[in-house]
């Protein structure tokens, strides 16, 4: 009987979890695109501490040894004022060819329903690189999900080059997550799998 539960248990478990967050590829350009070394990431939104809170729990999840993360709120404190061509400017200016801009605007309107007891979602004590963007359901448990219209879930993400280009553009569909660390682990991993994929960042 042991053995059986052994293999049953992780089965269970695992069956119990969902992805909080689906990207949906919109565009690919064509053509080869080399991974650049450096990648500014700009959180869209209004709201400051949404946007610091979002690129930073995102500069966890992108970094590694062949890719260096910089940051809006840092590099660009006020980049809204002019918009995306300031954001450019600063790209071309600081030889950035690669910029991925996610549009968090609805996280101001759209705010999931928290967990339910017995579920535990995505833990802020935990690093990204420990924590798969899910919700972890014990035996028994149920994933309950608020009646909110699809489009306030939907996140356009855009990564572009310094001219402008787009190189890849999508929607990140962000489900269960209730808090702006979850909503960013959940973004973030799905996006960097997804650009990984295509080839755009290393």
Known sequence: MRPLLRFLLPA????GCASTTQVTTRFTAEGSHPPQETLLLVAHTPEGSTRETWELTCKEIFSSSSLTILLSHQELPLWYEGGKNRILDWAQSNDVQRVLVVELTHLLIDAAAPPTAGNRLNPMDQSAGEMK??????????????????????????????????????????????????????QCTALRKTLKEHALIP
Do not use: F, M, Y
């Open 133 to 186: 963007p899910t919700w972890q359901v014990g035996l028994g448990g149920e994933l309950a999900r608020e009646d909110v219209p699809e489009a306030l879930r939907q996140h356009g993400a855009e990564l572009v080059n310094a001219d402008g280009k787009p190189l890849w553009t999508g929607i990140a569909t962000t489900h269960e997550a209730s808090n702006t660390v979850a909503i960013a682990k959940s």
């Open 12 to 15: 269970l478990l695992v069956a």
